[in-house]
């Protein structure tokens, strides 16, 4: 067997990966910059009260980052909603969407205690 590394959060990981002729070829590990906090949750509105988690990233055009979020409300139920950065420069944050994209079920449903994107 061979070992893919894989970076996760300053780690290395090993994966087995059983060989393919031909299509197989050892991997690098991710190389990873640290640019510090780029947006922090301002709002106020009930539903956004504390802090971002799980920001998922998604290329919308060449120049536009649409990055997926989770936050807190201030009972502590998740919802979710995003914000819009320039791709070239994460640090600048073109939008900023002013309600939950995803919002909690009823109660009794499984989401009923807030979703994550």
Same mark, same amino acid.
């Given at each position: ?7 996760? !959060?300053?780690? *290395?990981?090993?994966r087995?990966? +059983?060989? =393919? ?7 690098? &590990?991710? #190389?990873?910059?640290?640019?510090? !906090?780029?947006? *922090?949750?301002?709002s106020?509105? +009930?539903? =956004? ?7 998922? &990233?998604? #290329? ?46 009823k ?11």
């Amino acid at each position: 067997m061979l070992q893919s590394p894989l970076g996760c !959060r300053g780690y *290395r990981v090993t994966r087995a990966i +059983p060989p =393919v002729r031909g299509i197989l070829r050892e991997e690098a &590990p991710v #190389k990873w910059t640290k640019m510090g !906090r780029i947006f *922090r949750p301002e709002s106020n509105d +009930p539903w =956004v009260v504390t802090h971002v988690t799980l920001p998922t &990233p998604d #290329k919308i055009s060449d120049n536009v980052l649409r990055i997926n979020f989770s936050t807190r409300s201030k009972d502590i139920k998740s919802a979710t909603t995003f914000l819009e950065v320039n791709a070239d420069d994460p640090s600048r944050v073109l939008y900023v969407h002013d309600k939950p994209v995803l919002f909690r079920g009823k109660l009794g449903t499984f989401d009923d205690g807030g979703v994550s994107p």
